[in-house]
């Protein structure tokens, strides 16, 4: 039951033809097998990014495809529903490149925003540290600036792509304690004193790395700094804003995919003569289910067409992250349950969307702070 879709234009449609090609040929067929191995599919980011689809909400001047972010948003909901991992990492990567794209100058953005839209370079976003997780403005990373560079140590944490990155947008404090002494600089990979330490072991999006990344006296020249000292919360929280709505994407492509598998199979099974799709304690379950995936895409679709017109979004964003992400974790709970036994063994991918659909609740901002965001907005509006 694949989603019905209203899109603004008829190229539009084009590039949602060829999204879900992809989708279904390069992605799905993969999917069990490398997040049973724990393989990164970096080969798949070189594909998407060749087809033209690592760069669609930016400016075609340098290497975007200057789509609306409801164009956007769509087809990063098909990719997530052939695999959460490159789902969530076009997300990711999509928002390491907001910081360069709008606060960094001209010269920067021509110098490296190509590469980073083409198809040739990976990103990661690097704001989170153990101790200021919730509380990003806690951050101790330090940049002291020496001569034409910053000299930076400290240990950023959970950070998506760690070890695997061409490049990772990174938050750190440059000044006083607080949000106003934090900066952002464009770290390039292979800068002397940077690593990442060994993946974290998680319970889903086993494909997709995650680690620590450490700075040892990592020398980051000045002319990486986006935007002026001190500007970098500010820039964080923007990115967030429109991150947010991309993980709420895939999101709903995880809760379809986990839709469509268990109609597919209430369909198949029968008892007591009958398929069990004409029960009615799967009928509603299944209604239920349906109800939620479509309210959740209406949802980040009017935050999106809010962010295309130039309205505050900021309020829809944290709303659409909530009610996807836990949209999400209730459906894939319930296809579970329509498959019974067979749900709860890997030779479906139910169980796998279950334990892919946690996570989306923590990050970008767990949803309790989404909660904070949204009783914020109301107190002042």
Known sequence: MPAERLLPTPEAEDLLALVTEIARDELKPRASADEEAENFPRDLFTLIGKSGLLGLPYAE??????????????????????????????????????????????????????????????????????????????LSTRARLTG??????????????????????????????????????????????????????????????????????????????????????????????????????????????????????????????????????????????AATVESARATYLDAARRRDRGRDFQRQSSIAKLIATDGAMKVTTDAVQVLGGAGYTRDFPVERYMREAKVPQIFEGTNQIQRMLIARSLKTA
């Open 148 to 289: 034409d560079e910053y000299v930076v140590n400290g240990t950023k944490a959970w950070i998506t792509h760690a070890g695997v990155a061409d490049f990772y947008t990174t938050m750190v404090r440059t000044g006083e304690e607080g949000a106003h002494g934090v900066s952002c600089l464009l770290v390039d990979s292979p800068t002397p004193g940077l690593s990442a330490a060994p993946r974290e072991r998680k319970m889903g999006l086993t494909g997709s790395p995650t680690a620590q990344l450490i700075f040892d006296n990592a020398a980051v020249p000045a002319a990486r700094l986006v935007g002026e000292e001190g500007a970098g919360m500010r820039i964080a929280l923007s990115s967030l804003s429109s991150g947010r709505l991309g993980i709420a994407a895939c999101a709903v492509g995880l809760a379809q995919a986990a839709l469509d598998e268990a109609v597919e199979y209430a369909k198949g099974r029968s008892q007591f003569g009958r398929p069990i799709i004409e029960f009615q304690g799967l009928e509603f379950l299944l209604a239920d289910m």
């Open 61 to 138: 001047r340098w290497g975007g495809a200057d789509l609306p972010y409801e164009v956007y948003l769509q087809a990063l909901e098909e990719i997530a529903s052939a695999w959460m991992t490159v789902g969530v990492g076009l997300s990711v990567h999509t928002m390491s490149c907001y910081a360069l794209a709008h606060y960094g100058t001209d010269e920067q953005r021509d110098r490296w925003l190509p590469d980073m839209l083409g198809g040739e370079l990976l990103g990661a976003y690097a704001l989170s540290e153990t101790q200021a997780g919730s509380d990003a403005a806690a």
